[in-house]
């Protein structure tokens, strides 16, 4: 599975950004797709994830400020980012993994900096 995202780039805090990423390949109907993010000097961390039935799971440090949303039929995953403060300043990365087999995928990473 090949994923592809974009958004990102640089906002104020307190502003708001959008990221896609869309999956394309062998994609099991049954699967989680998500974000993680990497800050500067820090190992990756979950942000969130979401099933392709729609449960989802967020780090307590986005929740109430990112959301999470998908499109089954486009493959896509959508993370919708307000409210953000420097301490999301981080490298942002897609992430696919079959529900079946356990087969997953990375995307390449796009920055998302927030800073005045």
């Known amino acids: 599975v090949q994923l592809q995202a974009s958004g990102g780039g640089l906002v104020q805090p307190g502003g708001s950004l959008a990221l896609s990423c869309a999956a394309s390949?062998?994609?099991?109907?049954?699967?989680?797709m998500g974000w993680y993010r990497q800050p500067p000097g820090k190992q990756r961390e979950l942000v969130a994830t979401?099933?392709?039935?729609?449960?989802?799971n967020y780090a307590d440090s986005v929740k109430g400020r990112f959301t999470i949303s998908r499109d089954n039929a486009k493959n896509t995953v959508y993370l919708q980012m307000n409210s953000l403060k420097p301490e999301d300043t981080a490298v942002y990365y897609c992430?696919?993994?079959?529900?079946?087999?356990?087969?997953?995928?990375w995307g390449k990473g796009t920055q998302v900096t927030v800073s005045s």
């Open positions: 992430h696919y993994i079959s529900l079946g087999d356990g087969m997953n995928s």
């Open positions: 390949g062998s994609i099991f109907s049954i699967n989680r």
């Open positions: 979401i099933t392709s039935v729609g449960v989802t």
